[in-house]
């Protein structure tokens, strides 16, 4: 395939030609030669941005790597027994801590594309904390070295949560400087308008993945001017030597208009210029442990996972059942004193049962504190007119139908935790789209209906991300995410993210 500056087309091996008009002169992606980057309209403050986006990651990096290895040098020293002697007291730590550092690096957790993104990071750290536990059993064994079993017990342990929280803390960091615009990579998107207008929007409303759009370049220039914001810089002819004067670290093609070998020439010229690429696959909202790519017979399959395997079923059902036994017997005085405040303030029985829709459409009870009147339902008709909840659920930021505790109640989710119960019995998860009422169901529109595929939840990614806050169709969209794409790591993650939502009482009422 050669791209020839004066026609503007695409010829491959078989003879066969499509229009691709450019903007200007430049070197084809069969070129052998590096591509240079040129002075245009667009590039003014490349090279400051450049330094910056590689300065942040490096700093981010070794950041991480300072505070995994003093992690690990504290918490080995706080587990030696007293029969180590002084010289080991000092070098035992020390080894600890580059030893870990090492483990991390080699599970990919200080890798650009991982550090603020995504479970990547927590999960190297997890699997370095298990092959550190595997290799102070092999070298005990190996060697009749004496391992204090505090260390394996109670320091492995202690590392893992340790680092976790302070990666926690940097990504926080991270995420807000690239709010500000600090650190993001340069990102050319490709494809036609409608695909290419998806993405920048997506790309644009969640800043903390990093990716700030710089420019597209569409099939043909002439159709837009500007995409969701982002100036047309080229058409697709253009994507690499665009690249090399924007300075691009990432180039992400969207939609069908370029496939097959096209893509395989690209790949090859964007190395010469130093960007990487990502396709955008035509399929939305699923992601994770779904997708994978099976490598047959010279072509990349994408497979799609059609139902979660059982093992994951298994991880997910003995989490809920041990964190909610855990926690129950932990909130119980909570609930108590709770019950208490509800039966001396407002008259009705402390706790509220209903009837609600869990997995498979199957109902259940569902059980919380009472935080409204007793007459409740009666009073709803009354207050239809004034329903803010743009979909089926009924909502209303000041429903005269709750109590005053039960504001206090709702604000710190208190009133849900009697789910507990529901957990423990198998009729709810920890994590899951929101129970729903009946007459909600009925009401459901076809894809809506994917939120019963799961078990509903205490919390989920509706709870992290504006609780009633939420228009309906954004609580749908992100039932349906969960629904396609759950896994024990994202529930972990969701349930961390939980805590912060419950005490800031955003979207609660």
């Known amino acids: 395939m050669t791209l020839t500056a004066d026609r503007g087309e695409i010829s491959s091996h078989d003879g066969s030609e499509r229009?691709?008009?450019a903007l200007g002169p430049r070197r084809s992606w069969a070129s052998t030669e590096p591509f240079e980057r040129r002075r245009t309209p667009f590039n003014d403050d490349v090279a400051a941005r450049e330094r910056a986006w590689r300065t942040v990651g490096l700093r981010h990096a070794l950041v991480a790597a300072a505070f995994d290895g003093a992690t690990a040098l504290a918490a080995s020293a706080a587990v030696l027994g007293d029969g180590v002697s002084g010289r080991e007291r000092a070098l035992v730590p020390v080894l600890a801590a580059v030893v870990f550092v090492a483990l991390v690096a080699a599970f990919g957790g200080y890798r650009r594309g991982v550090l603020g993104d995504g479970p990547g990071e927590f999960q190297a750290v997890l699997r370095a904390s298990g092959a550190a536990a595997v290799l102070a059993m092999a070298v005990a064994f190996a060697f009749g070295v004496a391992v204090p079993r505090p260390a394996v017990l109670v320091g492995l342990p202690l590392l893992a949560l340790t680092a976790c929280t302070a990666r926690y803390a940097l990504r926080r960091h991270l995420h807000r400087r690239r709010r500000d615009g600090v650190g993001m990579r340069s990102t050319i998107v490709v494809g036609d308008v409608a695909s290419v207008r998806r993405v920048v929007e997506d790309l644009s409303a969640t800043p903390h993945h990093g990716f700030r759009v710089d420019g597209v370049c569409l099939p043909s220039v002439q159709d837009a001017e500007m995409v969701a914001g982002v100036p047309v810089v080229g058409g697709v002819a253009d994507v690499v030597q665009v690249a090399a004067d924007l300075a691009g670290e990432v180039v992400i093609v969207a939609g069908s208009c370029l496939s097959g070998e096209a893509l395989r020439r690209l790949s090859w010229a964007l190395g010469r210029a130093g960007a990487d690429l990502v396709v955008a696959p035509g399929i939305v909202e699923v992601s994770g442990p779904r997708l994978s790519v099976r490598p047959t017979v010279g072509l990349s399959l994408l497979e799609v996972e059609v139902d979660p395997p059982r093992r994951r079923m298994v991880a997910k059902t003995v989490l809920d059942v041990t964190l909610a036994a855990l926690l129950g017997v932990a909130v119980l005085p909570v609930v108590l004193l709770a019950a208490a405040a509800v039966a001396l303030t407002s008259p009705g029985h402390p706790f509220f049962r209903q009837t609600r829709i869990g997995i498979d459409g199957r109902p259940f009870t569902i059980w919380k504190l009472?935080?409204?009147?007793?007459?409740?339902?009666?009073?709803?008709?009354?207050?239809?007119?004034?329903?803010?909840?743009?979909?089926?659920?009924?909502?209303?930021?000041?429903?005269?139908?709750?109590?005053?505790?039960?504001?206090?109640?709702?604000?710190?989710?208190?009133?849900?935790?009697?789910?507990?119960?529901?957990v423990v019995r198998g009729d709810m998860s920890l994590v899951g789209p929101r129970p729903p009422l009946a007459r909600e169901v009925d009401a459901y529109e076809d894809e809506v209906h994917r939120r019963l595929a799961v078990k509903p939840g205490l919390t989920g990614l509706w709870q992290v991300s504006g609780r009633s806050d939420l228009a309906w169709d954004e609580a749908v969209r992100l039932d349906l995410r969960y629904a396609d794409n759950w896994s024990v790591a994202m529930d972990l993650m969701i349930l961390w993210k939980t805590g912060r939502a419950v005490l800031r009482g955003a979207g609660a009422y």
Do not use: C, I, Y
């Open 19 to 21: 229009r691709a008009p």
């Open 370 to 422: 009472r935080t409204m009147h007793t007459d409740a339902e009666e009073r709803l008709l009354a207050l239809r007119d004034a329903d803010e909840g743009a979909g089926v659920l009924f909502k209303m930021r000041a429903d005269p139908r709750v109590t005053p505790v039960g504001r206090v109640l709702r604000r710190f989710s208190v009133d849900e935790l009697p789910q507990l119960w529901n």
